[in-house]
Nanobody
Framework: QARLVESGGGLVQPGGSLRLSCAAS????????MAWYRQAPGKQRELVAS???????SYLDLVKGRFAVFRDNSKNTVTLEMNSLNTEDTAVYYC?????????WGQGTQVTVSS
């Protein structure tokens, strides 16, 4: 079974960009559809973007046109490119399967958008 480790978060000014990476210890091709989720303080975790094994991506309406999700099954990585960030994007970002598998939740990576 895959273990997922997120990285790439940080502090960025509004309008800035970040690139998040998710590295799996096992085969994400075997996992199937993958996704990025986020949880802001005081809010429920939400689905941000998903990508099928066939590279068909879907996005939360709030991030459409700003975020892009990619996967590389040969490297067992899933990437989330985030542009035009705003303060409402501040959250801990997690990768997981889609639908999420409970024991795949990792520590996540913190993204803070602030001037």
């Amino acid at each position: 079974q895959a273990r997922l480790v997120e990285s790439g978060g940080g502090l960025v000014q509004p309008g800035g960009s970040l690139r998040l990476s998710c590295a799996a210890s096992g085969s994400i091709a075997n996992v199937g559809d993958m996704a990025w989720y986020r949880q802001a303080p005081g809010k429920q975790r939400e689905l941000v973007a998903s990508i099928t094994n066939g590279n068909i991506a879907s996005y939360l309406d709030l991030v459409k046109g700003r975020f892009a999700v990619f996967r590389d099954n040969s490297k067992n990585t899933v990437t989330l490119e985030m542009n035009s960030l705003n303060t409402e994007d501040t959250a801990v970002y997690y990768c997981n399967a889609y639908p999420a598998i409970p024991h795949y939740w990792g520590q996540g990576t913190q993204v803070t958008v602030s001037s």
